[in-house]
């Protein structure tokens, strides 16, 4: 078992903590609203500290799922930053969707300081942080890798190594981008099938067993049909995920035109007030 600290507790961060309490590891949590790491440990234990820094001193591993890259900086740098308190050969495990160039950013720095660095953001949702069954696509040397993974391994389904530092968001922009163009054509076919007459639920039981099944269909086409978009994901982060994906298409050279197309259905979305709506909602442009 190891001594953890688990920086941001919002809807992913707080239940992929409480699998590492679960499994027995000594953690110690960090939220910038310190109500939410004192509930936290209310509920299963544990302690918290009011800065990054405490949190991470004598960690073995630092774990943070937080929101966009300006956050990751601010919990990661400076005097009150984990990177301050890590003691050295400490790994550093980031867990929030960013862009490469903040993961090989910071992997610098980590590695002037001693410290190891692995981004490993997630897929699986809400319902997969709670349920410990999240998707972790992973980039850091082999070692760093192989000594993060058994921790990992307490909210993971599967957890890969994808490549060097950076390596893990790439993978996470190839997953977003796989879902845009996939919940689009979702939505568009399930919209086409209530104005054409046909019954959605008939529908899906048979198209869902052939080559058009998804795990998008099986688990969001009713609340789709209903109009409720609370089922996790919001849009605001989708729309961030994909302005990173754009970005770093430009940078290698790569077309994206579906993608960018979604994105702009999604500013749609916003523009409705489905800002907090989950991204299931690009059906409801579709009236």
Known sequence: MAKLAFLGLGVMGAPMAGHLKAA?????????????????????????????????????????????????????????????????????VDHTTVSAAVTRELAGAAQSMGLGYVDAPVSGGQAGAENG????????????????????????????????????????????IAIAGLVQALSESLAFAKKS?????????????????????????????????????????????????????????ASLPVTALVDQFYKDVQRMGGGRWDTSSLIARLG
Request: proline share 3%.
């Open 197 to 253: 007459g046909l019954e959605v639920d008939k529908l899906v039981e048979v198209i869902s067993q052939g080559a058009a099944g998804s795990w998008q269909m099986a688990n969001r086409h009713k609340t789709m049909d209903q109009g409720h978009f609370d089922h996790g994901f919001a849009v605001d982060w989708m729309r961030k995920d994909l302005g990173i994906c754009l970005a770093a298409a430009d940078e290698v050279g």
């Open 24 to 92: 027995g590891h000594d953690v110690t949590v960090f939220n910038r609203t310190a109500a939410k790491a004192e509930a936290w440990v209310a509920r299963h234990g544990g302690s918290w500290a009011p800065t990054p820094m405490q949190a991470a001193q004598g960690a073995d591993f630092v774990m943070a799922c937080v929101g966009n890259d300006d956050d990751l900086r601010q919990v990661c740098l400076g005097p009150e930053g984990a990177f301050a308190g890590m003691r050295p050969g400490a790994i550093f």
């Open 133 to 176: 069954q999240l998707s972790v696509m992973c980039g850091g040397s082999e070692q760093d890798f192989g000594a993060a993974e058994p921790v990992i391994a307490a909210y993971a389904r599967i957890c890969r190594r994808m490549g060097d530092v950076g390596a893990g968001q790439i993978a996470k922009m190839c997953n977003q």
